[in-house]
C-alpha cells in the first residue's frame, strides 16, 4: 500500500526566500516519487520526478528535491521565491512495479510575499 | 511528452442529467485515468480507463455513476451520469508515458 502526507496545506514565504514544501511518502515497493504544480484554474503541471536514480532531483523553474529513503521524504525546494511560484503543489507517489496509479498528497498552496 | 486536451473545459449542468467529457491525447499511450478534484481537495482517481475493455473503478466509483469508453489508444470519454450538487468537481484526464503522467487542464463542472 503506498500513501503521500503533505505537511502543511499553506506555507507562506517571503519573495526571495527559501521555499521548502514537505512530502513524506508510504510505500511497500521502490517508489516513484512526483512533484506536480497547479496554477489557478489550470491543471497539473510535473515540476520534477525521482525514479531511482540520482537521489537528488532537479526539476523546471529553479525547484528541486531530494529523495531521502531514511526519513522516506522527498521535500521539494527552490532556493528563492519568486512572485510567480504561487501556486498549488501535490506530491504523489507510484509503485515502480508496472502500475502506473498515482497516489496524491492533499496538496500544500504556497504564497508568496512581496 | 504527450499534450492533453478535454472537452468542455467547464459547464454548468441542471441536477439529474449527465455529462460527457472528452479527453484527447496527441500519441498513443499505454494507459489512460480520470481524476476528481473536488473544491478545496487533492485529486483522487476514479478509474483506469482500458483500450478494449471495461474501465477499472477505484473504491468509491462504480460504473453506473461514471460511466467510461476507451476506444483507441489516444482517446477516452467520462460521463457523469443523473448529476447532483455534490458532483460538483474539476475532471483530469491523463496518460501514462513512460514512467510519468500528462494531464490535461480539466473540466469544471458546476451542478445547480
Known amino acids: 500500500a503506498q500513501s503521500v502526507t503533505q505537511l502543511g496545506s499553506h506555507v507562506s514565504v517571503s519573495e526571495g526566500a527559501l521555499v521548502l514544501l514537505r512530502c513524506n511518502y508510504s510505500?511497500?515497493?521502490?517508489?516513484?516519487l512526483f512533484w506536480y504544480v497547479q496554477y489557478p484554474n489550470q491543471g497539473l503541471q510535473l515540476l520534477l520526478k525521482?525514479?531511482?536514480?540520482?537521489?537528488l532531483v532537479k526539476g523546471i523553474n529553479g525547484f528541486e528535491a531530494e529523495f531521502k529513503k531514511s526519513e522516506t521524504s522527498f521535500h521539494l525546494t527552490k532556493p528563492s521565491a519568486h512572485m510567480s511560484d504561487a501556486a498549488e503543489y501535490f506530491c504523489?507517489?507510484?509503485?515502480?512495479?508496472?502500475?502506473?496509479?498515482?497516489?496524491f498528497g492533499t496538496g500544500t498552496r504556497l504564497k508568496v510575499l512581496a | 511528452s504527450a499534450v492533453i486536451s478535454q472537452k468542455p473545459s467547464r459547464d454548468i449542468c441542471q441536477r439529474g442529467t449527465s455529462l460527457t467529457i472528452q479527453c484527447q491525447v496527441d500519441?498513443?499511450?499505454?494507459?489512460m485515468f480520470w481524476y476528481r478534484q473536488q473544491p478545496g481537495q487533492s485529486l483522487t482517481l476514479i478509474a483506469t480507463?482500458?483500450?478494449?475493455?471495461?474501465?477499472?473503478?477505484e473504491s468509491g466509483f462504480v460504473i453506473d455513476k461514471f460511466p467510461i469508453s476507451r476506444p483507441n489508444l489516444t482517446f477516452s470519454t467520462l460521463t457523469v451520469s443523473n448529476m447532483s450538487p455534490e458532483d460538483s468537481s474539476i475532471y483530469l484526464c491523463?496518460?501514462?508515458?513512460?514512467?510519468?503522467?500528462?494531464f490535461g487542464p480539466g473540466t469544471r463542472l458546476t451542478v445547480l
Open positions: 491523463s496518460a501514462s508515458g513512460g514512467n510519468e503522467q500528462f
Open positions: 510505500s511497500s515497493v521502490p517508489p516513484y
Open positions: 525521482y525514479t531511482s536514480a540520482a537521489t
Open positions: 504523489a507517489v507510484s509503485g515502480a512495479t508496472g502500475t502506473y496509479k498515482y497516489i
Open positions: 500519441s498513443q499511450v499505454t494507459m
Open positions: 480507463a482500458n483500450q478494449g475493455s471495461e474501465a477499472t473503478y
